[in-house]
């Protein structure tokens, strides 16, 4: 998908804890997705290597001791309206107050230690197998979507359970390649899928220093798989130096949004065509 039509739309995928395992494991839909999109096994997230630290500092576009995302989870806050560093969805809601935004997460404290409380936003929290089916009918009934993020849970669940990288493991990041094509078949059935910037990606690996954790900087727990694929992306796009908060910076640029000069977050090389 290179064609130099409007992107309609950014939906970031995320499998969280599943590193650079996903080079390993059996992932038919992922591997079609991306095909002709850009995409790195190398790619680095912050530290320390846990998921509010990660995840914040993806959809914020700064490092956690500025989005400090993590405390408001740990102190069981809302993410304040006011701060400095606001996430994407506040960025986009306050450009663009009509667009219509979501976040379907199994974790719940990225609906609120992470993402603020907007009234333009829907928000879904459930396991895995029930928010997958939730995605789908809410994409097929939303063709007006601007900015949706997804968190799947089992893979990491699966790592402290039996270790990263082990089979079972594995199996758990082939389980989640399935339920990211059953999301894409829904884009596809809505007419949703050309248009569409998608982002797949983790917040962090595991198996450093310890076989059923992560949060060192250990490369196991750093290194991470990120692709992009939809209008206008090249496969060629310089990726080596790509940290998981360029995400933010890549999603605004594809909403036609400018993004702070003092982000942590930068723009890849060459991965819009026309950028």
Not at 83 to 90: A, Q, R, W
Not at 97 to 116: H, K, L, N, Y
Not at 230 to 238: E, F, K, M
Request: charged share 20%.
């Amino acid at each position: 998908m290179t064609s130099a039509a409007p992107i309609q739309r950014v939906i970031i995928l995320g499998m969280d804890g599943a590193g650079a395992f996903v080079r390993e494991a059996h992932t038919p839909h992922i591997d079609k997705l991306l095909a002709g999109g850009a995409q790195t096994d190398r790619a680095q997230t912050v530290f320390p290597s846990n998921s509010g630290e990660c995840w914040g500092s993806l959809l914020h576009g700064v490092r956690p001791e500025k989005h400090e995302s993590h405390l408001h989870i740990q102190k069981e806050k809302t993410y304040p309206q006011d701060s400095s560093t606001p996430s994407l969805f506040h960025m986009l809601s306050s450009a663009k107050p009509d667009s219509r935004m979501a976040s379907f997460v199994c974790w719940a404290p990225i609906q609120t230690g992470i993402i603020e409380e907007l009234d333009v936003m829907d928000k879904c929290q459930a396991p895995d197998d029930e928010l997958v089916p939730a995605i789908a009918a809410y994409l097929r009934a939303t063709p007006d979507l601007k900015l949706m993020f997804v968190q799947l849970d089992d893979v990491d669940a699966a790592g402290h359970r039996h270790g990263y990288g082990s089979a079972e493991y594995l199996q758990a990041i082939s389980h989640a390649d399935g339920q990211i094509g059953e999301i894409c078949q829904a884009l596809r059935e809505a007419n949703m899928l050309e248009d569409s910037l998608l982002i797949v990606t983790t917040d962090h690996g595991g198996g450093g220093l310890d076989a059923f954790n992560h949060g060192s900087d250990h490369p196991k727990d750093m290194t991470v798989f990120w692709g992009c694929t939809g209008p206008g992306i090249s496969a060629h796009a310089d990726l080596s130096s790509l940290n998981i908060m360029d995400t933010a910076a890549v999603a605004l640029h594809a909403l036609g949004l400018p993004f702070p000069q003092d982000w942590d977050a930068k723009l890849p090389d060459g991965l819009f065509i026309q950028a």
